[in-house]
């Protein structure tokens, strides 16, 4: 027992020595950075700089005293511009008087510009920032400035970097778009397509509207996914994908109607064929209930139910087959459809060139089946009264 207390004393003194690292300071030393807008323009010597905005929520510790309630900001945005972006945050660094820390942060926006010209070094600046977490968000911004979206408020959330945070948090959202985390895009960089996804933002009317998905291909933007498509990327990517919604026309007792489908939920099966060119056979699945049917003389029988299936089915296998036609005329695959026949079969993958031409050659067949659960009405169709 003495050999044990003894040996505790300078374990306990190395902890006191060492407790104060470099890197340790108190949080009012510290400027939290929460979100950070990544941009590129032109100076008088036509060279390409870096425009970092990063953005700093203020602690307040009250209210301003005579200050009317919510006047007051509660973060700062600083820009600069350099060379790399690290000179760029230096020049942010000698604003402020305090020391950049990068551990809070939570979402990184970059430009359409800076996705078409390539998002290596931003890639690379964060792999190599130690406080960084790979659990921060990436977007694309469309149609403006990084500086302006990184600045736009929203009247539900006051912080814009905490606004997309908890937008990508919340469940059961309808699916437009979906969020890629930091590890997300270096894992689907790695694979052997070279592809990823990120989605994409901007402001329409003084609002953050967030849907739509960027398409990059090592680490080049080279297309862009429409709100209804990026559905089907998840499902082709995931093997399901929930809380899709369709708009569909049907014949109804009153005339054409357009009729709202919700709570969509697919899932995947994949088939490869070792053939020339490769053949893959994609067996869909999903249910679904009727949200809308336009007026209340609208009768959901049977026979609509039907209808309302077959044409589901038409819709997804469309909707499937122009996705995948599309990324075949760029030349670029972001759902892990080679990486997972590589894995099984390398030496087959091998004779398919599947960069040069092996996916744009590809045969795809597509074959869904849909079901309506139920009608989103108070009953089921099936209902039936107690006692009969």
Known sequence: MKLVKLSLVPLAIILMLTGCIDDAREIDHRSMIVGMGIDVEENNDNEILYSVTLQIPILLTGGREGSPAGSVKEFETFTATGKTILDAVAHIEAMTPTVLFFGHLKVVTVSEHVASHGLDRVIDFFDRLPQVANQIFLLVIEDGKVEEFINQESPLVNLPALYLNRFFQAEQKISRTKDVKLFEYRRDTNMISGAATLPLAKILDKKILIEGMAVLHNHKLVAKLERDEVGISELLKNNRVDNVNYTITLETNVGEEEVSITRGNLQAKFHYEETTPLTVNISVKGKGEIAEVGTPEVRVTNDLVKEANDKMEKEIKEL?????????????EPWLIGHRLWVKDPDFFDTLHWEESGWRETVVNVSVD??????????????????R
């Open 320 to 332: 499937v087959t122009k996705t995948i036609k599309r990324m075949q005329a760029e030349n670029v």
């Open 370 to 387: 849909f079901k309506m659960e139920h009608t989103g009405q108070k009953g089921y169709l099936g209902k039936r009264k107690i006692g």
